[in-house]
């Protein structure tokens, strides 16, 4: 994702005041923006919503007691004070989570765990949800603003919000460096005017602090069970974005986000839901549209201006985020090559995903069509950021209880009573299914299946490769006395067996009955962490007839470079000529079979999916006029 510092440095340098305050005013424009923009919708759908309360004093009170605990609970305790410290190297995010939880103990062997692959994979997949409905929700809700003003500006709220839309994703080409620097500034003013705004209705009716207690959300529960409970679905809304927090953490550290969360962002969003809620004690009417109706009329226009402004901050966090977790997905094996376009000389994490933008932004301007209204969208708003929510909980308990040691008497209560938490709220969005909550569900599982046809498709090949190869010393030993023609120059074969035989140098002593002087046999193995310290980055080992292997290994973070592995095994001593080097890699024609493996339609959907994904030339950065592909078929 986007950010001002890596994450690297965030965590080396000295933790001086003055840098922690830059790095948690990055993070509020960086990390706060979709949890930031819940006060346009949240409260509103709780007493205007399809499942809303009327708004009486008592209903108002509780429900405000109920978002007030949702955010310590979950925000505050939950993220900030024990998933956080879960870190993979420093990263967060549920990828992150799941391979931080895949890694044993040293000293233990490393076994398959497939349900805790299958709910970290699922849950990332439904990220995807999120990045789709958080644009058009955010700012959808920021331009109706418009009607709070006058009826006449109705007809053009959705045009309005369909240019704002387009422009969000036609400037991510041009990567935010530039435009993330007033991220910042803008979300600090938002949070400030979001405290003010609900500060001065709080004035007014300082009854509504006792919102604060959580016996009101009791007496809420009790008075009207059944539907009390559903409007739970609405009250999520104001954690959405809660996850965020977690994926961004290796941007600016822990420090900085939790304490922009303490001293502006928690204070600034209690304030605005009192103040929306002291509103309602005065006047049930405004429940309608309680956060623009906080507003004086003079000030209506420059706070629709400003809300705007905090909904494409929020939309940029979750497409950002969305490009993040498909790198990741690229470098764990999860996803086809795609083009990466990184945006920012600086920071490594900038990066811009042209195919992937192109698809959000029909999937976004689609739902904006269809729904129409912020309302509607919020029927479909949540289902998903529950379900990775409860999918984050499960996780973190299994590195609590296997990386750290901690004992199942703590970590089984605490882990318990989030997933209590979770799971009422993932009860209360089931209703949420049927008007529209499938949406976000089926783009998951879409995802979802493409992930794992891809990866048990590449498992599969792999092993279809494996065992057409034979051993590299078996081929040498071979040449006896009769080795084949050896040509000037050096060779390097890419291959993902870092064992074997190319089948690519096989094809190419049987067809062209030569080998270069000097071979090199290429293997890049992504890692379960995030980045790969430079000095572990390449492994040299010479062997017979002049062959050598090379290991390289990057994180899920980082992009492999064959210019940069060329450059690391110069370093290490491996002399050779750009100018009379060949790369031979391998392209292999998918036939889907009825063999055991995978179902039909599965192999012919990886088959699909291998002929449209990025040319391994283009994508590990390989000089195109140096190399020779030579095809093969394999039956999966």
Excluded at 116 to 143: H, N, Q
Excluded at 170 to 194: E, K, S
Excluded at 379 to 389: D, E, L, P, Q, W
């Amino acid at each position: 994702m986007v950010g001002v510092s890596g994450g690297a440095s965030a965590r080396e340098a000295p933790d001086t005041f003055k840098r922690t305050a830059l790095l948690a005013l990055g993070a509020l424009g960086i990390v706060y923006g979709d949890i930031g923009t819940s006060p346009l919708y949240a409260l509103r759908e709780c007493f205007h919503g399809p499942h809303s309360v009327s708004p009486t004093p008592d209903n108002v009170l509780g429900v405000l007691s109920l978002i007030f605990w949702s955010l310590i609970i979950v925000v505050s305790v939950k993220y900030l004070i024990f998933v956080m410290r879960a870190d993979n190297r420093g990263e967060g995010g549920i990828l992150a989570l799941m391979a931080l939880a895949m890694q044993r103990p040293r000293g233990q062997a490393h076994t398959p765990r497939p349900v805790l692959v299958t709910l970290g994979i699922f849950g990332a997949a439904l990220l995807y949800g999120d990045g789709v409905i958080t644009p058009a929700i955010t700012v959808l809700s920021a331009v109706e603003g418009l009607n709070v003003a006058t009826p006449v500006f109705e007809p053009y709220v959705i045009p309005i919000t369909l240019v704002i839309i387009v422009i969000i994703f036609l400037v991510q080409r041009h990567g935010t460096a530039g435009i993330a620097a007033v991220f910042g500034p803008v979300m600090c003013l938002w949070f400030a005017t979001l405290a003010v705004l609900g500060a001065k209705e709080v004035l007014h009716n300082p009854e509504v602090l006792w919102a604060l207690s959580p016996h009101e959300g009791a007496l809420f529960f009790l008075h009207n069970g059944k539907h009390g409970f559903l409007v739970l679905g609405a009250v999520f809304l104001v954690v959405t974005g809660g996850e965020a927090l977690y994926a961004d953490m290796g941007h600016f550290g822990w420090k900085p986000i939790k304490r922009a969360w303490f001293f502006l962002v928690l204070p600034g969003l209690t304030l605005n839901y009192l103040g929306q809620g002291a509103l309602l004690l005065r006047d049930a009417s405004a429940a309608r549209n309680p956060f623009y109706l906080l507003a004086p009329d003079w000030a209506l226009y420059p706070l629709v201006a400003l809300a705007t402004a905090a909904g494409i901050i929020a939309s940029q966090t979750l497409i950002s985020g969305a490009f993040s977790i498909t790198r990741q997905a690229m470098q764990l094996g999860y996803s086809p090559r795609m083009e990466v376009v990184h945006t920012s000389a600086e920071e490594m994490g900038q990066i811009y995903l042209p195919g992937l933008n192109w698809v959000l932004l029909l999937g976004v301007v689609t739902l904006v069509l269809t729904f129409r209204s912020s309302s509607a969208l919020a029927s479909a708003y949540g289902i998903a950021a529950v379900t990775t929510m409860a999918i984050t909980t499960v996780l973190a308990y299994v590195v609590a209880r296997e990386r750290w040691g901690v004992g199942r008497a703590l970590t089984l209560p605490i882990a318990g009573l989030f997933l209590v938490v979770d799971l009422s709220f993932f009860a209360a969005n089931t209703v949420k299914i049927v008007a529209g909550g499938w949406l976000p569900l089926l783009l998951a599982l879409i995802i979802f299946t493409l992930m794992t046809t891809w990866k048990r498709g590449r498992d599969i090949l792999a092993g279809k490769l494996r065992a057409a190869s034979i051993p590299l010393k078996e081929l040498l030993d071979s040449f006896g006395g009769h080795p084949p023609v050896r040509v000037p120059g050096t060779a390097i074969f890419m291959t993902g067996n870092a064992e074997g035989t190319p089948p690519a140098l096989l094809h190419n002593l049987k067809h062209n009955k030569v080998l270069h002087e000097q071979v090199v046999l290429l293997t890049i193995i992504p890692e379960d962490v995030p980045h790969v310290p430079g000095e572990e980055r390449v492994e040299v080992e010479p062997l017979e007839q002049g062959f050598v292997r090379v290991v390289a290994r990057y994180g899920f973070m980082e992009n492999p470079s064959i210019p940069d592995v060329l450059k690391r095994c110069r370093e290490k001593g491996l002399q050779f000529q750009l100018m009379g080097t060949s790369f031979f890699l391998g392209r292999e024609t998918l036939i889907p079979t009825k063999k055991p493996g995978m179902a039909v339609w599965r192999e012919a959907l990886f088959s699909w999916m291998s002929r449209n994904a990025r040319s391994a030339t283009a994508y590990f950065r390989i000089p195109p006029n140096r190399v020779v592909e030579l095809g093969s078929q394999v039956e999966l």
